[in-house]
């Protein structure tokens, strides 16, 4: 399906996709989730499909439903107009964070990711903290992070933050542009490839969308929003997340993020954080907390100044957070169980009655 591959098809799905007639089925890449429905972008353009009762019926979790960014399998009806999903493929990468409510639940922010921009602006929202917690996330989801920082116009020290970003995270080549003024924004497109999917993270008001629309070369609020026919024949309008570079790339916004809760990211922590590993091989115990021990090679190197304080706070920060969540997860996991046992003892107990009578 070489036709898709502007959509950022690639082998990886071709592969998974092997097992359907592509006769009867065909494959679409969600571009938005809307309130009763997707908007789907196929070979011949963006259509609207609607989860089949099967599917639904055999989902358990809110994340196996397609997210953006997913390539679903999907059946054409109405002219083509209308598509019927049936499956999501295997996702490459995906972006996750903790559901912002209070359930121990996964919320996937965009699947099939191959960079992440990491916008953060260079006036109060300036933050490295925050940007170890959005490189965790990143990681974890087997994305490459690249750091973006906007507003360079409004900032008389770039270098210098530049630099803090540099020594704090080790990450070498942070971009800083203004998007409104345009300036610096060749460095962020030679970076995105033709067939190649970019997610633009960072708290709202970084400057994501002023990005994309300096991109794009067109103000895209004009052609943001689809018509989408809900179940009741009403119109409602909805904002689309998934955009296409006329150079080729695939461009994801993400709207209204406040807040990135870390989910189950303990491989994004440990990259993060790569140097802690490597320091941590000398610690006299080999489950080290890398807090209190004697002869803790972390604890040493903190000292010594070649960790930075800040960082050390924010590594212990975030490992709280994982920690906090993994025991929420297994009482969670608990509850059901018990949930699960009651209804089998349940079943068990009225099929002995009825064999009895
Ligand atoms: P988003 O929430 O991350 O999508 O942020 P927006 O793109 O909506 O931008 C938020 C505000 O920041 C808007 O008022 C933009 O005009 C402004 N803005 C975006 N980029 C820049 C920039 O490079 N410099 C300055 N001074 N303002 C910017
Ligand atoms: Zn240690």
Not at 32 to 61: C, D, M, P, Q, W
Not at 117 to 145: H, M, T
Not at 161 to 189: C, Q, Y
Not at 227 to 246: A, F, I, N, W, Y
């Amino acid at each position: 399906m070489k036709y898709l591959s502007s959509l950022g098809w690639n082998d990886f799905f071709d592969n998974s996709f092997k097992n359907f007639d592509s006769n009867t089925y065909k494959c679409g890449r969600i571009s938005a989730e809307n309130k009763t429905n997707y908007s789907v972008l196929t070979g011949s353009g963006e259509i609207i499909g609607e989860v089949s009762g099967r599917y639904l019926f055999e989902t358990e979790r809110q994340s196996d439903l397609p997210k953006v960014g997913d390539w679903v399998v999907i059946t054409l009806f109405n002219n083509n107009e209308l598509a019927v999903i049936h499956q999501t493929l295997p996702r490459r990468t995906k972006i996750s964070r903790k559901s912002a409510d209070r359930k121990t639940d996964e919320q996937i922010i965009a699947a099939n990711v191959d960079i992440a921009f990491i916008v953060q602006s260079l006036d109060d929202n300036f933050n490295i903290n925050r940007l170890e917690r959005y490189l965790s996330v990143v990681y974890q989801g087997g994305v490459k992070p690249v750091v973006i920082l906007n507003k360079t116009d409004l900032c008389n020290d770039v270098e210098e933050k530049v630099k803090l970003v540099k020594e704090r995270t080790g990450i070498e080549n942070p971009v800083s542009v203004s998007a409104l003024n345009r300036d610096g924004l060749d460095a962020i497109t030679s970076m995105i490839e033709p067939g190649s999917t970019i997610v633009f993270l960072g708290s709202s008001g970084v400057g994501k969308s002023t990005l994309i629309n300096a991109l794009l070369g067109y103000d895209r609020f004009a052609t943001n929003e689809v018509r989408e026919q809900d179940s009741r024949g009403k119109h409602t309008t909805t904002r689309r997340e998934m955009v296409l570079l006329p150079s080729g790339g695939i461009l994801i916004d993400t709207p209204g993020m406040r807040e990135l809760g870390l989910w189950n990211a303990d491989n994004g922590l440990a990259q993060t954080f790569s140097e802690f590993d490597d320091y941590s091989e000398s610690c006299k115990y080999s489950d080290c907390t890398h807090t209190h021990e004697i002869g803790c090679a972390v604890l040493s190197a903190l000292e010594k100044g070649f960790i930075p304080k800040e960082r050390y706070e924010n590594y212990l920060k975030l490992r709280k957070e994982l920690k906090y969540l993994e025991s929420k997860q297994n009482i969670s996991a608990q509850i059901e169980e018990k949930r699960k046992w009651k209804i089998i003892h349940k079943e068990l107990k009225n099929f002995n009655k009825k064999n009895k009578q």
